[in-house]
């Protein structure tokens, strides 16, 4: 899995940076979702609602430290995102990656 790929369009997040995710790691929220929609990025943090600011560069995010809950996504192997391309998306955080099983 060296060549995965991570894109974070969620710009309105604290931990973005030119679409590069700085939180260190994702967890996609979502046990029960059997759509985009209904699954989440729960490390987001609205900038605007929030006067948090990433001062600590931890680095970019690697795609192996994605931990996803939706157990219904067809790239969730225990409770890991195996899949080659991640993508956050921009309006509501939700994973656009997700394929239900």
Known sequence: MQN?????NATNCAHNES???RAGAINVA???A??????G???FVD????????SADCGCTKPQNIKCEACNCKYN????CTADDVRINANDA???TFVQK
Do not use: D, V, Y
């Open 94 to 96: 939700s994973c656009q």
């Open 19 to 21: 679409c590069e995710c």
């Open 77 to 80: 192997e225990n409770q890991c």
């Open 34 to 39: 059997i759509t985009t929609s209904e699954t």
């Open 47 to 54: 900038i605007a609602n929030n006067g948090f600011t990433n």
């Open 4 to 8: 995965r790929n991570l894109k974070c």
């Open 41 to 43: 990025c729960s490390s």
């Open 30 to 32: 979502g046990r029960e």
